[in-house]
């Protein structure tokens, strides 16, 4: 069946730093690829996402790029602020949605 | 437009009742799924219901059931709770036209704790 792995958290960063969520993922077929993110409290809020191979997704000034040679989607962000801080999922949606673990993120002032 | 609104908020129940919780989607969509998400197994598809009927199904037991209605309103019931039933349940609504491109909108989740 699909899965997705993500990099274990927490992710502890400065304000202004570079964020790199890792994620990669296995699959039949070509899925649509997903970031969400998830506030305390609140459910999940999609991020961006991309629908085929060397697409890249962005929004907020965060990034990932569908690599299907390498099976990822890692999300980037060259300048984290404190708002960021929350918990990242990175999810496949083909006949049955799955989801990573989540990746929290902490972004000190 | 108004979001996904999942009803109630947190809910508590003792072993071997049952519960029922309840999803609006948001304005339009046909697809609505459930999400069981606790911290040791993260994120779990339960099911996915489209024009009133069930379109996808994870792997969890007859216990759990949902059902939508005509108005795309879904509701999801799970009998007999087990101490290993309490998570936030999460209901997303999708417009369902290309399931495997269309994003999910989530809501903010039922808190069910089983004692």
């Known amino acids: 069946g699909n899965s997705v792995t993500q990099m274990e958290g927490p992710v502890t960063l400065s304000e202004e730093a570079f964020l790199t969520i890792n994620c990669t993922y296995t699959?039949?077929?070509?899925?649509?690829l997903f970031w969400y993110v998830q506030y305390p409290g609140e459910g999940l809020q999609l991020l961006l996402k991309a629908t085929k191979a060397d697409d890249k997704g962005s929004n907020k000034g965060f990034e990932a790029t569908y690599r299907k040679e390498t099976t990822s989607f890692h999300l980037e962000k060259g300048s984290v602020q404190v708002s960021d801080s929350a918990v990242y999922f990175c999810a496949l949606v083909g006949y049955i949605p799955t989801f990573g673990r989540g990746t929290s993120l902490i972004v000190h002032p | 437009k108004a979001g996904v609104t999942q009803t109630p908020r947190y809910l508590i129940k003792t072993r071997g009742q049952q519960v029922t919780l309840s999803c609006s989607p948001i304005s339009g969509h046909r697809s609505v799924s459930w999400y069981q998400q606790t911290p040791g197994q993260g994120l779990q598809f339960l099911f996915e219901?489209?024009?009133?009927?069930?379109?996808n199904k994870g792997n969890f037991p007859g216990r759990f059931s949902g059902r939508q209605f005509s108005n795309s309103r879904s509701e999801m019931n799970v009998s007999t709770l087990e101490l290993g039933d309490s998570a936030l349940y999460l209901c997303?609504?999708?417009?369902?036209?290309?399931?495997?491109?269309?994003?999910?909108?989530f809501g903010n989740g039922t808190r069910l704790t089983v004692t």
């Open positions: 997303a609504s999708s417009s369902g036209d290309n399931s495997y491109n269309s994003p999910l909108h």
């Open positions: 219901y489209f024009s009133e009927t069930q379109r």
């Open positions: 699959a039949t077929g070509y899925p649509s």
